[in-house]
């Protein structure tokens, strides 16, 4: 799944213009605990969290991944979107609650990561 | 690398803001030493939660990393509160963090596992009103 895809699928506003759409996203996690995002190592992944401030950004990064979705609405924080789009990390943002938007995503293919 | 490599870093108190920014820059460095992506990972996540730590907990402390050939070591010490029962602090979900905290996306009693999780070798000393020392070390190659 490309990060254009997830977009579409959760209607989701892109806050990071310039960064490439097309990139894989291979898994997913949904948690706005941040610690419990770090326990499970997943490759390119993208993080759905109704939390919005500058560490899931830094907790995103520690972990490789390519795309964060604030969900329930959230207008991103710009620093979180400064911060990503320096890192070549895409932000979306969209309306659907975390359940909605993981069962969607999970609907369409993208799957959880293991624990080391 | 013939040489070791020793980084410094200092963690400031209650900065939660700039929390992650001495991990965000061993990975990088470690990556243009052209260290192996998933231990320098293993080793950015590890440093994070530590970093966290003593920004939350500890109201800062100091960052020791010696990079050589076989590892890197990582050495965090604190003058913070310490911690009363390492064993409990040691279970996963088990956390003395404040509402506050919790509320930034911390606080879920991962971050100790966490560490010990991702690193080769892991000790933790903490006495009571004087502070604490974590030892962390991941093997390269």
């Given amino acids: ?116 | 690398m013939s040489e070791s490599i020793q980084l410094e870093y200092t963690v400031p108190g209650n900065d939660f803001t700039r929390a992650g920014e001495a991990s965000a820059d061993l990975k990088s460095t470690l990556k243009r030493l052209g260290l192996p992506a998933a231990e320098v990972r293993r080793i950015a996540i590890a440093l994070y939660e530590g970093e966290i730590n003593l920004a939350i907990h500890a109201g800062g402390g100091q960052i020791r990393v010696t990079v050589d050939d076989h590892q890197v070591e990582m050495i965090l010490t604190d003058q913070g509160p310490g911690i009363p029962d390492i064993p409990k602090a040691m279970e996963e979900g088990y956390s003395t963090a404040s509402a506050q905290v919790r509320s930034l996306g911390f606080g879920a009693g991962m971050g100790l596992p966490n560490m010990k999780r991702y690193t080769d070798e892991f000790d933790i000393q903490s006495t009571v009103g004087v502070g604490t020392t974590i030892t962390m070390r991941v093997k390269i190659g």
């Fill in chain 1, 1 to 116: 799944m490309t990060i254009s895809q997830v977009r579409d699928i959760l209607n989701a506003r892109l806050h990071t213009p310039d960064v490439d759409l097309e990139r894989q996203v291979h898994a997913a996690c949904g948690s706005d605990m941040m610690s419990d995002v770090l326990a499970y190592v997943k490759d390119q992944a993208v993080l759905l969290t109704g939390l919005n401030n500058p560490q899931v950004v830094r907790t995103a990064e520690m972990m490789d991944m390519v795309c964060i979705v604030v969900v329930r609405g959230k207008q991103p924080q710009e620093q979180i979107v400064a911060m990503a789009a320096q890192r070549g990390m895409a932000v979306l943002s969209t309306d659907l609650p975390m359940f909605s938007a993981c069962g969607l995503l999970y609907q369409h293919g993208l799957r959880g990561g293991e624990m080391p």
